[in-house]
């Protein structure tokens, strides 16, 4: 499952970095890009804080966050038996690396810095839903793949909880 877990991880990384290195070098100033009809805008914007733009003065925080959020995954990681956990963490761990390398690299200083979001949905600018970036759909994605594992009983470590019968409950 280490294979996978980083495997994904290192796809989901690859992506967002790629991603925005394009995006900065040919959109950063320029007018947003309307792609398949207006149902999304290419538009970067440097954002300061976390999803929905919240604790925009707290970027350390965050960076602090991420750093956690990557060493629990690698924690977890060798106690991984379930594919579909070691798909949802590596999605998680690519996109927080991601964000997190932003967060070390980008202006306007080390554990600062302002990640990159380009991705607008309906309209630019965010008018109808925040602006992302590829590492924030990986973090979206992995976690709600790791919520629906947990709620149909299956663990990362490959055990099974199977829900009793009502009746059995009630005797």
Known sequence: MLALLFGVAVVALGLDALTKIIVVDQLEGEPPVEVFG????????????????LATGMTWLLALLAIAVVGVIIWLAPKLRSPGWAVGLGLVLG????????????????????VVDFLSVLAPGGAVWPVFNIADSCIVVGGVLVVLLS??????????????KAAENNS
């Open 38 to 53: 207006g149902l999304l805008y290419l538009d970067v914007l440097r954002n300061p804080g976390a999803a929905f733009s």
């Open 151 to 164: 709620l149909l009983g299956r663990d990362y470590d490959g055990t099974v909880h199977r829900r009793k």
């Open 95 to 114: 996109g927080a690396c991601g964000n997190l390398a932003d967060r070390i690299f980008r202006a306007p200083g080390p554990l600062q810095g302002h």
